[in-house]
C-alpha cells in the first residue's frame, strides 16, 4: 500500500529547541492529519487540517495543509521530554475514502 | 467515556495457524477500520466496516478477513499465519463511513513463530 514519505526519518534535539518535521505524497488530499504514537499504544491524534493552505495550531504544535495539497508540515515550539515519540502524517482521500499513513518521525528530546 | 479496547493486548501463534483479534469501538461510533504496523513502520490499511459490511479493503490478501457485530464490535481474522505478519495490529473507529476522523486502540501485539 501506499506510505507518504515523512522527513526527517529521526530527530535529537535539545530541551527548549523548535522542531520541523514534513510530509510529501504523490497523491492529493482532502484532509491532513497527524499523530503521535507512544511505544506500545495506539497513534494519537495532534492536528487535522481541511484546507489547502490552512495553518492550525493544538498548543506548541502548529501544522499547515500545503497549497499543492500534496504535503503537509508540523512544527513543535520550545520542545520538552514528553515530546519524545514517534510522529505520523496520515492523508486521508474523499474518493478513495482511506487513510495513507507516512513513515514515522522519531524524535528524541534530551533534557 | 471508554475509547477504543483491543484484546488480546500480546499473543504468540506458530506458522499456519490462525488468529482472531477484537475491537469494540469508541462508544458512539459505528465504523471500525483494521490497520497493521510492522515495526519501525507507519499503519497500514487492512479494511474498513460499516453497517456490518466489509466497505472499503486495502492491499492485503484473503487470508486477511473480518466482522463487524450489530454492537459495532469487530474482529479480524488472519489463516495461515506467516513469519511476515508479525506485527503491531490497531483498530481504529469514527462516527460514520467516510469520517475523516479516527481514533486508535493500542494495538494487538501479534508475533507469529
Known amino acids: 500500500g501506499q506510505q507518504l514519505n515523512q522527513s526527517p526519518q529521526s530527530m535529537f534535539i535539545q530541551e527548549g529547541e523548535d522542531v520541523s518535521m514534513n510530509c510529501t505524497s504523490s497523491s492529493i488530499f482532502n484532509t491532513w492529519l497527524w499523530y503521535k504514537q507512544d511505544p506500545g499504544e495506539g497513534p494519537v491524534l495532534l492536528i487535522a487540517l481541511y484546507k489547502a493552505g490552512e495553518l492550525t495550531s493544538n498548543g506548541r504544535l502548529t501544522a499547515q495543509f500545503g497549497i499543492t495539497r500534496k504535503d503537509s508540515f508540523l512544527n513543535i515550539s520550545a520542545s520538552i521530554p514528553s515530546d519524545v515519540g514517534i510522529y505520523f502524517c496520515?492523508?486521508?482521500?474523499?474518493?478513495?475514502?482511506?487513510?495513507?499513513f507516512g513513515t514515522g518521525t522519531s524524535l528524541t528530546v534530551i533534557p | 467515556d471508554a475509547g477504543v479496547t483491543q484484546s488480546p493486548t500480546h499473543l504468540i501463534k506458530t506458522r499456519g495457524q490462525q488468529v482472531t483479534l477484537r475491537c469494540s469501538p469508541k462508544?458512539?461510533?459505528?465504523?471500525v477500520s483494521w490497520y497493521q504496523q510492522a515495526l519501525g513502520q507507519g499503519p497500514q490499511f487492512i479494511f474498513q466496516?460499516?453497517?456490518?459490511?466489509?466497505?472499503q479493503r486495502g492491499n492485503f490478501p484473503d487470508r486477511f478477513s473480518g466482522h463487524q457485530f450489530p454492537n459495532y464490535s469487530s474482529e479480524l481474522n488472519v489463516n495461515a499465519l506467516l513469519l511476515g505478519d508479525s506485527a503491531l495490529y490497531l483498530c481504529?473507529?469514527?462516527?460514520?463511513?467516510?469520517?475523516?476522523?479516527?481514533?486508535f486502540g493500542a494495538g494487538t501485539r501479534l508475533s507469529v513463530l
Open positions: 466496516y460499516y453497517e456490518e459490511e466489509e466497505r
Open positions: 462508544s458512539g461510533h459505528d465504523t
Open positions: 496520515a492523508g486521508f482521500s474523499n474518493t478513495g475514502n482511506q487513510f495513507y
Open positions: 481504529a473507529s469514527s462516527l460514520g463511513w467516510g469520517e475523516d476522523i479516527q481514533y
